[in-house]
């Protein structure tokens, strides 16, 4: 006499060909499903996330920046804060190429705390890729170029105080410095 399978076995053996069902089924629409849950994910963060989509969240790094920017700035331009920046040279340094360093390093350190700089890159990129060419651009780029200028100047400062502090002191009260035209 055969004895029946018991109702265990019978169990288990439709749960593992189910998951073989499964599995298989998986490998075989990898992508679909994988893509399928990658727009669910999207849908469900842009839902509840209040800043939403990647140029939503591009645009919100850029408001961020501009408001650095304005901080670092205060009621100054660029111009006033290079030209302060000359005169704590001229008045404080006496030519010490280290106490050049010292004053032109510390407004760089403003900057690189702020982290504006690579903000703004990475800003412009993404707006770049996600928008293209028009008013966003325009609007990213100049603030990106207010902050490349601010850089290209303490640079000029650093420079040109330390390699001759005295023709650097003659440019600068003639107004022939790089940033000064």
Excluded at 4 to 19: C, N, T
Excluded at 71 to 98: F, M, N, Q, W, Y
Aim: glycine share 6%.
């Amino acid at each position: 006499m055969i004895q029946p399978k018991s109702k265990l076995k019978i169990e288990d053996e439709q749960r593992e060909a189910h998951r073989l069902r499964n599995k298989k089924h998986y490998h075989k629409n990898k992508l679909k499903i994988s893509d399928k849950r990658r727009s669910l994910r999207e849908a469900k963060r842009t839902a509840t996330d209040p800043r939403g989509t990647p140029l939503a969240l591009a645009r919100a790094l850029f408001k961020r920046c501009q408001e650095k920017v304005s901080i670092i700035k205060g009621t100054r331009s660029i111009l006033e804060i290079l030209t302060d920046v000359c005169v704590e040279v001229r008045d404080h340094s006496g030519g010490d190429p280290a106490v050049i360093a010292e004053i032109v390093e510390a407004h760089q350190d403003v900057l690189r705390k702020s982290g504006v700089s690579s903000d703004l890159h990475r800003c412009h990129h993404e707006i770049l890729n996600l928008v293209g060419c028009g008013n966003e651009l325009n609007e990213i780029g100049k603030v990106v170029q207010e902050v490349n200028n601010l850089e290209r100047g303490l640079d000029t400062i650093y420079a040109e105080g330390c390699l001759d502090y005295q023709g650097f002191l003659a440019e600068f009260e003639r107004g022939h410095l790089i940033f000064q035209h």
